[in-house]
């Protein structure tokens, strides 16, 4: 038996597949594969799936990664294969291989954040001067006791870099968020703060993660 981590893109249609459903999705696809996997053990066993890090409904990435035990000798070219012979529209896996990081170890992601607009000098200037501010404040859901509710808290801090230009259909801006089990900021809380002034102007949206990082910046693998 041995740990396989299995990278993948989630893209086009299936970015509106949620988590749970993606767990299914994985289930059903390694059992169709006939790649045997590890079950837990107890009064329910399931199979052992541990997604680095849930992604949000919407949201395309190229980097998304599940752990599985793997119980028999097959290859990890193999596994890449069989998967994708399986795999529903969007889903495509990249990779296998060994796990080298824990999953608890992401700190940071970079995400690639299209605005589509005819305007783009007047949604390029507002979303510069926003995001340059000292403080970025936005209403992100916490908890008081057993409650839930809206706090504000300024997210500056939680932007590593970020790069904004023009591009084809409207403006890009690159950003590398904090990410992860401590503090995982979703992009489209610093997009509602940044676009506030323009939203009208802007006509679709489209949010990329693209790769995944430790506390060093050195890439999650």
Known sequence: MRNVRIFFEKKDIAKYISHLD??????????????????????????????????????????????VRITDEMTDEEI????????????????ASEPVHKAD???WARFIITL???DKQEVLESVKNKISASEIIVEKQGKKGRKKVLK??????????YELCECEN????????????????????????????VKELIEAVDI????MYLEDMSEFC
Do not use: H
């Open 22 to 67: 993606l767990m299914r999705c994985f289930s059903r696809a390694i059992k169709r594969a006939g790649i045997s996997i590890w079950y837990t053990e107890g009064f329910n066993p399931r199979p052992f799936m541990t997604f680095s890090l849930p992604l949000s409904l919407g949201t395309e990435s190229f980097c998304e990664s599940v752990d």
């Open 80 to 95: 890449v294969k069989r998967l994708n012979g399986v795999m529903p529209t969007g889903i495509v896996v990249t990779s």
């Open 105 to 107: 170890e992401i700190r």
């Open 116 to 118: 589509e607009t005819n």
């Open 152 to 161: 504000q808290i300024d997210i500056k801090g939680d932007i590593s870099s």
């Open 170 to 197: 409207g403006v890009k801006l690159t950003v590398v968020l904090s990410a992860g089990m401590r503090n995982n900021i979703n992009p489209t809380l610093l997009l509602d703060a940044v676009t506030s002034d």
């Open 208 to 211: 990329v993660k693209e790769k």
